[in-house]
């Protein structure tokens, strides 16, 4: 058995065994979240693994994608279309005309630069006068419909499976214009420039509360899975119950979970079997050939910033698919809850751990890293009342131990770093070369 079956045993293994020893919810509840973090993992995987490209603006899309389920699942709120519904659309009718004949002039004038930067910037900041006139009155009546528990347009209502789909488009949309900007940039400067980026990204959910209620949060979005109190009235989900001998609000929390589980494992073998096709076709070989000499591909005649931003759209889209499933996983939008330490600093430990252009290990480190961010403090509660219990309660190293759980996630997460690093410096399921055969 190779190094690949044997970790993704154990990985198995340690579900299981958390199953067996806490709750099944909560083994089912890791799962999924481990999923999710997987699908997160593969998106970053394809832009720094087999591109080469450091993103840290993996918030944005996250974000984004989360942005989608509201749009595309939650019930519209009528009031507020009434209210501020054609003002907000006539803004966007102005901002579109105005695109459209900043290019009509950027490219008509392109004998004459000074007269096109010019003409450019007047229609520009026109275009967005003229826009704000209507823009501002409507978001501001919309705001106002019901504040406390609305205050903002809602969404189409349709099924919350459709809104992964559009998550993923909305993250690719929104990461082209940043990918025209920054494709082109060296990896230091895409850093900086990606992670400002999705940090105005995250400003403008938090602020503009008629598109998704800001830090006022979402609550109450649709689901792709039965409730537990319709579980519960069901007669095939109480025989569940009896056969296994549980209390039936247990065995029909655990139905919900799993069919989740069932939804995000679809997703997460269906994206990780397209990247697998696509590493093996010509562009994931060229992709590959760019990622380990860029100099060499350009002399060869190949549009390096042209492939560099296919690789950036394509992994922002599945880091929003990602995005989508978690908003969808927790039942709410909260645009609050974006944090570099988990919307980036995580996803990108759980590729270098994994290892780094290989699709397999980025899933094994999604599930790896996410599974021990979660269980760290549990284990350090144990630790410390295992060793608190043979102290005195005036012995300052028991205060110590008693408060240090908190922190022992960040402590495990940075030795599990430091020691694949030192002993795996590839990850532990490392890309395949011919120096190093799967």
């Excluded at 519904?85 to 005309?97: D, E, P, Q, R, S």
């Excluded at 520009?124 to 826009?131: D, R, S, Y």
């Excluded at 993923?168 to 230091?188: E, N, Y």
């Excluded at 519960?232 to 569940?240: G, V």
């Amino acid at each position: 058995m190779n190094r690949t079956a044997l970790l993704y045993a154990a990985m198995a293994a340690v579900l299981l065994a958390v199953g067996l020893l806490q709750s099944w919810q909560l083994a089912l509840t890791i799962f999924n979240l481990c999923v999710i973090s997987a699908v997160m993992s593969l998106g970053v995987n394809v832009q720094w693994g087999v591109a080469g490209m450091f993103n840290v603006g993996t918030m944005g899309s996250a974000a984004v994608g989360g942005l989608a389920v509201v749009l595309v699942s939650a019930p519209p709120v009528g009031a507020a279309w009434e209210a501020g519904g054609t003002g907000l659309l006539a803004a966007g009718a102005v901002l579109l005309g105005t695109a459209v004949a900043v290019s009509v002039l950027w490219r008509r004038l392109s004998g004459l630069p000074v007269t096109r930067g010019l003409a450019v910037t007047v229609t520009a900041i026109a275009g967005i006068l003229v826009a704000q006139g209507w823009f501002l009155p409507a978001t501001a009546a919309i705001e106002a419909v019901d504040a406390a528990s609305a205050g903002y347009l809602g969404g189409l209502g349709l099924p919350v499976a459709l809104s992964w789909g559009v998550g993923g488009l909305l993250a690719a949309l929104v990461a082209w214009p940043i990918g025209r900007l920054t494709a082109g940039l060296r990896s230091d400067y895409l850093a900086v420039a990606t992670f400002g980026i999705s940090e105005i990204i995250l400003a403008v959910l938090r602020n503009e509360e008629w598109l998704a209620r800001g830090v006022k949060n979402v609550t109450g979005l649709p689901r792709p899975v039965p409730y537990e109190a319709d579980l519960q009235s069901a007669p095939w989900a109480q025989q569940i119950a009896d056969w296994l001998g549980w209390p039936l609000r247990d065995t029909a929390s655990v139905l919900v979970k799993l069919a989740y589980a069932a939804w995000f494992l679809a997703v997460l073998l269906a994206i990780w079997w397209a990247l697998e096709r696509l590493a093996r076709a010509p562009w994931g070989r060229m992709m590959r050939a760019i990622r380990d000499n860029e100099e060499a591909a350009r002399a060869m005649g190949k549009d390096v910033a042209r492939r560099h931003l296919q690789a950036f759209v394509l992994g922002s889209a599945i880091v929003g698919i990602g995005g989508a499933m978690l908003v969808t996983l927790d039942g709410q939008f909260t645009a609050g809850s974006y944090q570099p330490l988990r919307f980036t600093f995580l996803i990108w430990v759980m590729v270098i751990i994994g290892g780094s252009g290989n699709h397999r290990g980025a899933i094994f480190g999604g599930f790896l890293i996410w599974f021990v961010w979660v269980q760290a403090e549990t284990a350090g509660l144990w630790l410390a009342a295992t060793g608190a219990a043979l102290l005195s309660p005036e012995n300052p190293l028991r205060l110590a131990l008693e408060q240090g759980p908190a922190q022992l996630r960040y402590v495990v997460m940075g030795l599990i770093l430091v020691l694949v690093m030192r002993f795996a410096p590839r990850g532990l399921i490392p890309e395949a070369t011919p120096e190093a055969p799967k």
